[in-house]
């Protein structure tokens, strides 16, 4: 069997790089994610913008701030629906902060935002879908709401943060968007993480759930370098299948 030069280089290279890979693959288990949950179940003052604050406070994190993910969930107060364009809620970690939600569905023509009760919803900002404007993506009208029926209706779903860091009493959909969760990548991501839900319109009562914080760490160099050693390994696999045919 005649071996061609050009197939003897790579199996050289997967020798040298498979130490390399292992190294890397053991880094990759000890990747840490933080993801804390924090039940408050606690009323949202109605008509307030003082609002109601959460903690969670982060700790033995390491490898920097990758990506931020939050999970939200807020329902009616009581046996009325909410209205969910009442609702600001904004993310603070070491003098930053980003926004979260500021007053959905609020518009020219419609200073009262959405009708719908309740989220029960991701923000990341994998997402496409800015939540400010959450009924065109869902039904394609402002105006239609999320149940067909009499009662209200809560939003699912995973949604690009709203990111209009303007005043709620003047927020519309047009507002400049200038924020993102992605304002903490690099960051440490230990201590304090403050979450602001605030309530700017009377009638609707709401409380916070709970919401879930998920930080995911940069991926380190030699996390890196173990793919392109499995890259080269499974490169170095077909090209010992070519060498192993005959001519
Ligand atoms: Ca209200």
């Known amino acids: 069997m005649n071996l061609s030069p050009m197939f003897r280089f790579p199996s050289v290279v997967v020798r040298m790089v498979l130490p390399v890979a292992s190294l890397g693959m053991g880094a990759l288990v000890q990747a840490q994610m933080f993801s804390g949950t ?23 994190f390491s490898g920097g701030i990758g990506q931020v993910t939050v999970h939200l969930s807020i329902s ?28 959905p569905g609020r518009r020219t023509g419609s200073t ?6 309740g ?7 994998s997402s496409t879908a800015d939540i400010h404007n959450y009924r065109l993506t869902v039904n394609g009208s402002h105006s239609i709401p999320l149940s067909a029926t009499e009662t209200p209706a809560a939003l699912n779903g995973t949604w690009q943060p709203d990111g209009r860091a303007v005043d709620p009493e003047v927020v519309i959909s047009d507002s400049l968007r200038t924020t993102s969760l992605s304002i903490f990548q690099g960051q440490d991501g230990n201590g304090t993480w403050t979450l602001l839900i605030a309530d700017f319109a009377a009638g609707g009562l709401a409380k916070l759930d709970s919401w879930t914080l998920e930080i995911t760490p940069v991926p380190e160099p030699i996390e890196a370098c173990a793919a392109t050693g ?18």
């Not at 039940?39 to 969670?56: C, H, K, M, R, T």
């Not at 009262?112 to 009760?117: F, I, M, Q, T, V």
């Not at 989220?119 to 900002?125: A, E, G, H, I, P």
């Open 112 to 117: 009262l935002g959405y009708g719908d009760s």
């Open 230 to 247: 499995l890259a080269l390994l499974v490169g170095g696999a077909v090209c010992r299948r070519f060498r192993q045919r005959p001519n």
């Open 119 to 125: 989220f029960d919803v991701t923000l990341s900002d």
């Open 76 to 103: 009616a107060a009581g046996s009325e629906p909410m209205f969910n364009g009442d609702l600001y809620v904004a993310l603070t970690y070491n003098s930053q902060q980003t926004i979260l939600l500021n007053r």
């Open 38 to 60: 924090s039940f408050d179940n606690a009323a949202i003052p109605d008509n307030s913008s003082v609002g109601l604050v959460s903690e969670q406070t982060v700790s033995g």
